[in-house]
């Protein structure tokens, strides 16, 4: 399974883009890169993945390191409403269910 | 279009009893998820179930027991909750078993006294 890093916390500034790095040096082939987010004590919110190609949708971009060792959310231009701890976790047909989320990043957007 | 269910919200057990906690979906998905969530960290899985009929454990299965009733339904027992128990309790499900975006419920926060 992969182990995955986060830096504790960021800050961000409203209205910038908000880089969130993700270390998944012990990823697999199959194993697919799924972002998820969670505000204040709700449940998790899906935000993207991806396996090895650069992807996009409305909410954020995902870039994956060609080696796939690391990853990087972009959320282009921050809002308040951002505010969230953001978890970054790797997920595969073997081990879906043992996913597990680490203890992910505390974004803060400030105005 | 609700999604994902769950029930009761909130709810406080003396140590030793029991109690069922209730998650419903309503998107078609076959796989359903339990996780719990301690204070200031993050989800940790406890059962899943990939498709109807099939439960496996998860990474802290201990102290629990499921039920995939019915595609929609999905419910986690505590036969005899104890104080390590409390916590937050999200159900999710997704389409698929992987590859695919899960769907988290508002959680139901217990309290073990």
């Known amino acids: 399974d992969a182990k995955t890093t986060q830096p504790t916390s960021m800050d961000c500034a409203e209205g910038r883009a908000a880089n969130l790095p993700c270390n998944h040096s012990t990823i697999s082939g199959n194993e697919y890169v799924y972002w998820y987010r969670q505000i204040h004590s709700q449940g998790p919110q899906y935000i993207i993945h991806?396996?090895?190609n650069n992807e996009t949708n409305e909410m954020a971009s995902l870039i994956i390191t060609e080696d796939r060792k690391s990853s990087t959310l972009i959320l282009p231009h921050a809002t308040l409403r951002d505010t969230a701890v953001y978890y970054c976790i790797g997920v595969s047909n073997t081990n879906a269910g043992k996913s597990t989320f680490g203890d992910g990043t505390t974004l803060t957007v400030k105005p | 279009n609700a999604g994902v269910t769950q029930t009761p919200k909130f709810q406080v057990l003396k140590t030793g009893q029991s109690m069922t906690l209730q998650c419903a979906q309503d998107?078609?998905?076959?796989?359903m998820y339990w996780y719990r969530q301690d204070p200031g960290m993050g989800l940790r899985l406890i059962y899943y179930s990939a498709s109807e009929g099939t439960t496996d454990k998860g990474e802290v299965p201990n102290g629990y027991n499921v039920s995939r009733l019915n595609k929609r339904e999905f419910s986690l027992r505590l036969e005899s909750a104890a104080p390590s128990q409390t916590s937050v309790y999200f159900c999710a499900s997704s389409s698929t078993f992987w590859n695919t975006e899960a769907f988290f419920g508002q959680g139901t926060r217990l309290t073990v006294v």
């Open positions: 998107m078609n998905h076959n796989s």
């Open positions: 991806g396996l090895k």
